[in-house]
């Protein structure tokens, strides 16, 4: 079965710099979420996508911008990069809200800030 | 505030052995509640959830958890563990506020060894 796509899956960025990442969500899902997971820690929601809105918004700080596209594909966009954003950032999928829906996670970008 | 704990950290078994991982959530409504595995390097792999219904859920490779609400506790078990369980454990609750997004919420995870 399809699952979650995301690219690329490592990257390395010198601090200041922007990085994109993307997200392809199992086919006929329509709600897409990013997490963030440090070195050591559990993963923490950054904000979510529903039909191409944003639906919910976590600890995303104000340098990282993200969207939802017409194939639901997703971006997250992060600009003026520190050393701190070095982690590794999850997407998950699912089809609908409601909360029933199981999120069906992707294998992570994993994002160095040198 | 939602929350969820996992109180230990690591936890080292013997292969065969049985094995039971604690987790203990803080959510005022119904809970959705999520066991997920992440070997190093890798992704997070669904092992089992609970919506509602049977309070005793099965999931994958043998896993299965119990649903205690008298406790507010989900705590993954498996009766005998292979070496190949080796990994990081998370449990999670799904929030949902009246229809927004169902986002999880994580405990710390539980890193478990497994000894020949």
């Known amino acids: 079965a399809a699952g979650v796509i995301q690219s690329p899956r490592h990257l390395i960025k010198e601090k200041r710099e922007t990085a994109t990442l993307k997200c392809y969500p199992i086919p006929r899902h329509d709600t897409v979420y990013w997490y963030q997971q440090g070195p050591g820690q559990d993963p923490q929601f950054l904000i979510s996508?529903?039909?191409?809105?944003?639906?919910d918004k976590g600890s995303i700080p104000d340098r990282f911008s993200a969207q939802q596209f017409s194939d639901y594909h997703s971006e997250l966009n992060m600009s003026s990069l520190e050393l701190g954003d070095s982690a590794l950032y999850f997407c998950?999928?699912?089809?609908?809200?409601?909360?029933?829906?199981?999120?069906?996670f992707g294998p992570g970008t994993r994002l160095l800030v040198l | 505030a939602q929350s969820v704990t996992q109180p230990d950290i690591h936890i080292t078994v013997s292969e065969g052995a049985s094995l039971e991982l604690r987790c203990n959530y803080s959510y005022g409504a119904t809970p959705y509640l999520f066991w997920y595995v992440q070997s190093p390097g890798q992704g997070l792999q669904l092992l089992l959830k609970y919506f509602s219904g049977d309070t005793l859920v099965q999931g994958i490779k043998g896993f299965e958890a119990e649903f205690k609400r008298s406790q507010s506790s989900f705590n993954l078990r498996k009766p005998s563990v292979h070496w190949s369980d080796a990994a990081e454990y998370f449990c999670a609750v799904g929030v949902n506020y009246g229809g927004a997004t169902n986002k999880l919420i994580f405990g710390t995870g539980t890193l478990l060894a497994v000894q020949p």
């Open positions: 998950a999928s699912s089809l609908g809200l409601a909360g029933v829906e199981t999120q069906y």
């Open positions: 996508f529903y039909e191409k809105m944003q639906s």
